[in-house]
């Protein structure tokens, strides 16, 4: 092999790199994800310098190498842009930032390209000039998606291109504010030798974007696939090398859709958004908690309402749970939208604390809405639907539980218990039970009752 053109072999979950092939990552510990890539010399690091000043993408690295003082550097109002939904900009910290690289992975068909130009239309309607790069779909398929999306105005431009020294000589000559790469599996740069999607591909064309991003302020979301198979690298290889990375979740089947921020360079993490697919495109979804709630069967034994905080915003869920007598052998067990180590461990807290005999029965538990929920506070909710299903007992329907279980079956403290229980009140709820201990920080509600448990025996006793 020539001199200065060696392999190496990279993780297309991770982009962990090795000299030789393995069969299990080390890093993310998925199976068979390697693949032989060429790993040429890089260009020098920071060629362009990320500074942020707003001087020219191909800014002078002397200049751009002289310190500044923390007080010197001004930020206003307008480095923050709207994306026109709500739902988006708490997710993003309270809108796109300005010089920003904002990574969208999801699973291919769950709407990235419908939300980003869906979010586009609504900047280039705040007078912003927008530059969406598609290298997937053909200028008339765009059209096609955004006459199901409404109208659009304003300086919205589209670019059907795939090769990065190309999109970066359109985005110097049009200098827009924001920019969507619509895949960064499907660009590529020549001077690097693999295909468009490997994982050098991958992140090269990220590190170039950043460049870009960084120094000549523009805001720039690029989509990334979640790919299961071939050799195409996945976003999570990009994911330390972005300001923002946000996933787009839901079942294909249901007509929702969720954001879900999991780094932020510029407000917290844990926020969501909820999205409705319709026939018109993506709109949000105000009030998840009702969402979830509907069609909630009022008298079945096993539901219990509960309260996840994801992030800021408090969201009602129902927690179903079936105990069924196990026909033979092992007991199986099973838990859908939550961790299946903590039911387990939550039935073991409930055999041995308050000594019911859960070793003949098979526990199925599901967080309806096909949501994942892994809050601790919503322990309570799921030992209580576990009961109410062995007891064939109905829970009251306007109860909702929260609360954390600790090994000793104690009933924890959690967060904001003020904005649980005003969600709680908000869609028609009079009962509520909760950790004793978060009960003495609450003042009266009116039309709530507040019940305190300080352990698991005792908060059986007063549900049921
Ligand atoms: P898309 O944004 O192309 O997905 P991605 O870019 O993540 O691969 O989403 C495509 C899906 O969305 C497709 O299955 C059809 C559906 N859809 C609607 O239901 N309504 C609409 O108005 C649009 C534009 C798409
Ligand atoms: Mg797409």
Redesign the pocket.
């Known amino acids: 092999m020539a001199k200065g053109k060696t392999t190496a072999f990279f993780c297309k979950e991770c982009g962990f790199e090795s000299a030789k092939w393995l069969g299990q990552c080390p890093a993310c510990k998925e199976w068979n994800t390697f693949v032989e890539e060429p790993s040429g010399k890089r260009e020098p690091a920071a060629k362009r310098g990320i500074s942020g000043k707003g001087d020219g993408i191909a800014g002078n690295q002397f200049q751009n190498a002289k310190p500044s003082r923390l007080s010197d550097i001004h930020l206003d109002e307008q480095d923050r842009m709207k994306t026109g939904y709500e739902e988006l900009d708490r997710v993003l910290g309270g809108g796109v930032v300005k010089g920003s690289l904002v990574l969208v992975g999801?699973d291919?068909?769950?709407?990235?390209?419908?939300?980003l130009l869906q979010v586009c239309r609504n900047l280039a309607a705040d007078s912003r000039k927008v530059l969406y790069i598609s290298g997937e779909e053909s200028l008339k398929q765009i059209k096609l998606?955004a006459n199901?999306?409404g109208e659009v105005k304003g300086d919205l431009l589209f670019l059907c291109e795939t090769s990065l020294e190309l999109i970066e000589h359109a985005i110097e000559e049009e200098k827009p504010d924001v920019v969507i790469i619509?895949s960064i599996q499907t660009m590529f740069r020549e001077e690097i030798s693999s295909a468009p999607g490997s994982v050098s591909q991958v992140r090269e064309s990220t590190n170039i974007l950043m460049q870009i991003a960084k120094g000549a302020g523009i805001a720039i979301f690029i989509?990334g696939?979640v790919t299961k198979e071939g050799v195409v690298a996945g976003p999570r290889v990009l994911e330390h090398m972005v300001d923002t990375v946000l996933y787009?979740e839901g079942d294909r089947s249901a007509s929702y859709r969720i954001i879900r921020g999991v780094k932020n360079r510029f407000g917290s993490t844990n926020e969501i958004g909820v999205f409705e697919?319709?026939?018109?495109?993506l709109s949000e979804v105000k009030n998840p908690s009702e969402y979830m709630l509907s069609g909630r069967p009022e008298d079945a034994s096993g539901a219990v309402v509960a309260c996840s905080m994801e992030g800021t915003r408090p969201m009602l869920l129902e927690v179903q749970a079936l105990v069924t007598p196990t026909a033979f052998g092992m007991p199986r067990r099973t838990a859908a939208g939550t961790d299946y180590n903590r039911v387990n461990l939550l039935m073991a807290v409930l055999e041995k604390r308050c000594h019911y005999d859960l070793s003949h029965f098979d526990a199925y538990v599901n967080i309806t809405g096909g949501l994942r929920m892994n809050e601790p506070a919503l322990d309570l909710a799921i030992i209580m639907a576990i009961v109410s299903s062995m007891k064939d007992k109905a829970v009251d329907p306007k109860t909702i539980i929260f609360g954390e279980v600790g090994l000793a079956g104690e009933v924890r403290a959690v967060s904001m218990v003020q904005q649980r229980v005003n969600e709680a009140k908000k869609l028609g709820f009079n009962t509520c039970v909760m950790p004793e201990i978060s009960l003495g920080k609450m003042g009266k509600v009116e039309g709530m009752r507040l019940i305190g448990a300080t352990n698991v025996r005792e908060a059986i006793m007063r549900v049921m």
């Open positions: 999801g291919p068909g769950i709407g990235k390209s419908t939300l998606r199901r999306i619509d989509v696939h787009f697919m319709v026939e018109s495109g």
